[in-house]
């Protein structure tokens, strides 16, 4: 299996044709700078196109999963194309996740915040660890969300949920997010790991043809409109980052 290799992302071999791509920031709590963003969506292009990877697993090295956008690092673009440019690099990691050819189990530990709650969402096969937390805090900072959520959220949870946890930024446990459809599975954090290769092999085990087949008529047919959901959420974040008021309530929160 071809070894890849990026500055804030790991993406290592694991065993019988699964891959472990794992946020490498531990110090910020994998935290969303632009580094990372590219970075993951290289890795799952690179993952999608290696005919040894077969199955993929997602995590966060450390403590958490993804604490969402780096506020210490945050560049708070000054144009439309600036922030038009930082937009569709996140939307790109997500369509590399979400319309990939490889199956993606989540091992989500610790903190999913924001794009970091997204890119949970946006795995296949969502596995948390006990202790593990999500939350939306875009609507409370004047921006939006993006990773295709306004649509994946409401086909996975209802609409009346969705609209709860976009706009009112509620604290979400793993248990809760089971309960509600959410979470695939929640396990003890010791076993995460564990679980989310276990899981990941299976897959890997399936005929290459039929998984793949499976994975995006699935995503086509439930979430028929994921395109033109990017679109929306992008045109909206690029609004955000450009109101004075979001660069307010970023240096406050």
């Known amino acids: 299996m071809t070894d890849f290799r990026y500055d804030t992302v790991s993406s290592t071999p694991g065993p019988e044709g699964v891959r472990i791509i794992a ?13 990372l963003i590219d970075d993951v969506a290289r890795a799952f292009d690179d993952a999608n196109a290696d005919p040894a990877t077969r199955a993929i ?5 450390g403590k958490a999963f993804c604490a969402g956008d780096d506020r210490k690092a945050h560049v708070h673009p000054e144009t439309e194309e600036e922030a038009r440019a930082m937009v569709l690099a996140i939307q790109r990691a997500t369509h590399a996740i979400t319309l990939g050819a490889k199956p993606v189990v989540g091992a989500i530990n610790g903190w999913a915040v924001g794009g970091g709650f997204e ?42 949920k969705a609209r709860e946890m976009l706009m009112f930024g509620d604290r979400y446990s793993a248990r809760e997010l089971a309960e509600i459809g959410l979470a695939w599975k929640v396990v003890p954090d010791d076993d995460l790991m564990a679980t989310a290769t276990e899981t990941a092999v299976r897959l890997a085990a399936l005929p290459v043809l ?15 409109d994921l395109h033109r959901a990017l679109q929306l959420e992008t045109d909206a974040t690029v609004a955000g980052f ?12």
């Open 23 to 35: 946020l490498n920031r531990p110090e910020s709590l994998n935290a969303m700078n632009r580094a």
């Open 57 to 61: 697993v997602f995590t966060g090295t």
């Open 119 to 160: 890119w949970a969402i946006n795995c296949d096969f969502p596995i948390w660890a006990d202790s593990a937390r999500g939350f939306f805090p875009e609507v409370s900072l004047n921006l939006f969300v993006t990773g295709a959520v306004t649509t994946l959220l409401p086909a996975l949870v209802g609409l009346n």
């Open 210 to 224: 039929s998984v793949r087949a499976m994975k995006r008529v699935l995503n086509h047919a439930a979430v028929p």
């Open 242 to 253: 450009l109101d004075p008021e979001t660069t307010r309530r970023l240096k406050a929160f």
